[in-house]
């Protein structure tokens, strides 16, 4: 079973999923959607009846002194939606403070171009989010 992480924003969603044993997370792609969040439903719909996906892993956006954002409750809706359409996954929200700084930094340091950065940047951010759950489930097995 994998896991996929998403990283929501206003007009797009990065997305990352696990390998089947679980042990890395890869980048899947950026859904585009100005503010409709059919369009993403229906990818994730998608995407679940191609894998076997168990878990979905959501970015929850907090502040640096932890603090909550404007776009938490922008993000709790979704994770609303998400429950309602896929009742039978297990939907977990992780903090993603620092998640798109951390992608910034990878890409700069592959030197990606500014224009390519825009259209990966959530797509990466994804994977971080992705990768803290997986971290923090290992550890509570530790």
Excluded: W
């Amino acid at each position: 079973m994998r896991k996929l992480g998403i990283d929501y924003g206003d007009s797009r969603v990065g997305l990352a999923m696990t390998d089947e044993l679980g042990i890395t997370a890869q980048g899947l792609e950026t859904v585009h959607h100005n503010g409709n969040d059919k369009i993403v439903l229906k990818r994730l719909e998608e995407i679940c009846n191609q894998y076997e996906i168990d878990t979905i892993v959501i970015g929850i956006p907090i502040n640096m002194d932890g603090t909550k954002t404007e776009r938490v409750e922008v993000t709790k809706k979704f994770i609303h939606k998400l429950k309602c359409k896929f009742n039978k996954l297990k939907i977990e929200g992780i903090d993603e403070r620092l998640t798109t700084v951390a992608a910034h930094r990878t890409m700069n340091y592959l030197n990606i171009n500014k224009y390519d950065k825009k259209n990966i940047v959530d797509t990466i951010s994804a994977v971080y989010i992705l990768e803290t759950y997986m971290n923090k489930l290992k550890n509570m097995k530790n």
